[in-house]
C-alpha cells in the first residue's frame, strides 16, 4: 500500500523552463508535506516543506502548492536551472506526533538541459 | 556536509558474510534512522532509535540487526544477506522523532550482495 504516490517517475525541462512535480496522499492524518532533494552520492536534503494551513509556500524559485480536499501537493521550480538536475521526493506525516516516520514518494529524477 | 557520516562508503559482500555499516552524527541529535533506498522505491525506513532506544521496527528482516550505542552512533549489523538487499542505505538523524522534524541524512553505503 503506497501512502504517497509521486509522479512523474522521471522529467526533462529546458533550461529556464518551469518544473512541475505532484503528489498525493492517502492519510487525511498527514500534516506535514515536505521535498527533499538528492544529488548523486548524496543522502537527501531537505528543499522546502509545508503544512495544510497554507495553500501556497515558496522559497526562492521553489513553489509547494498544495490542495488539501484533492489531498495533493505539488513542487514547482521555476527558472529551472542545469544544477536543479536531481532526484526529488515528496513526502508525508504526521507532524507533531513523536515516533512517527516520514512516508516518502517513489522519487522524480528531474533533468534540466542547457 | 550534512554532519552524518557513514562508513564505508562501497561494500560488496557475499551471502555467507557478516559485515557492518557505521553512522556518526556530530549535531547533538537525539534521534537517528536507517533508511533503504532501491531503485523505482520509495525510501523505506527500516529501523528508528530516540535516546538509543529503538521506537519503531518496519518488519525488517532479522538478517539486518541495528545497534545504538550512544546518541551519537548507530550500527547496522548485516549476516546472511540476499542479493535483493543490495541497495543504498542510509543514516539521518534529527532533533526528535516527530513526524515534522528535519531529517539530515549521510550519503549512505552502496550495498551489493552477490
Known amino acids: 500500500q503506497q501512502q504517497v504516490k509521486q509522479s512523474p517517475q522521471s522529467l526533462i525541462v529546458q533550461k529556464g523552463g518551469i518544473s512541475i512535480i505532484n503528489c498525493a496522499y492517502e492519510?487525511?492524518?498527514?500534516?506535514?508535506f515536505p521535498w527533499y532533494q538528492q544529488f548523486p552520492g548524496k543522502g537527501p536534503a531537505l528543499l522546502i516543506a509545508?503544512?495544510?494551513?497554507?495553500s501556497e509556500k515558496k522559497e526562492g524559485r521553489f513553489t509547494i502548492s498544495f490542495n488539501k480536499s484533492a489531498k495533493q501537493f505539488s513542487l514547482h521550480i521555476m527558472d529551472s536551472q542545469p544544477g536543479d538536475s536531481a532526484t526529488y521526493f515528496c513526502?508525508?506525516?504526521?507532524?507533531?506526533?513523536?515516533?512517527?516516520?516520514?512516508?516518502f514518494g517513489k522519487g522524480t529524477t528531474l533533468s534540466v538541459s542547457s | 556536509e550534512t554532519g552524518v557520516t557513514q562508513t564505508p562508503r562501497h561494500l560488496v559482500m557475499g551471502m555467507t558474510n557478516k559485515k557492518s555499516l557505521k553512522c556518526e552524527q556530530h549535531?547533538?541529535?537525539?534521534?537517528m534512522y536507517w533508511y533503504k533506498q532501491s531503485a523505482k522505491k520509495p525510501l523505506e525506513l527500516m529501523f528508528v532509535?530516540?535516546?538509543?532506544?529503538?521506537?519503531e521496527n518496519n518488519s525488517v528482516p532479522s538478517r539486518f540487526s541495528p545497534e545504538c550505542p550512544n546518541s551519537s552512533h548507530l550500527f547496522l549489523h548485516l549476516h546472511t544477506l540476499q542479493p535483493e538487499d543490495s541497495a543504498l542505505y542510509l543514516c539521518?538523524?534529527?532533533?526528535?522523532?516527530?513526524?515534522?522534524?528535519?531529517?539530515?541524512f549521510g550519503s549512505g553505503t552502496q550495498l551489493s550482495v552477490l
Open positions: 539521518a538523524s534529527s532533533q526528535d522523532t516527530r513526524g515534522s522534524e528535519k531529517l539530515f
Open positions: 492519510n487525511t492524518a498527514f500534516d506535514y
Open positions: 509545508i503544512r495544510p494551513d497554507v
Open positions: 513526502a508525508a506525516s504526521r507532524g507533531h506526533q513523536a515516533g512517527t516516520a516520514l512516508i
Open positions: 549535531l547533538g541529535h537525539n534521534a
Open positions: 532509535y530516540s535516546l538509543e532506544e529503538r521506537v
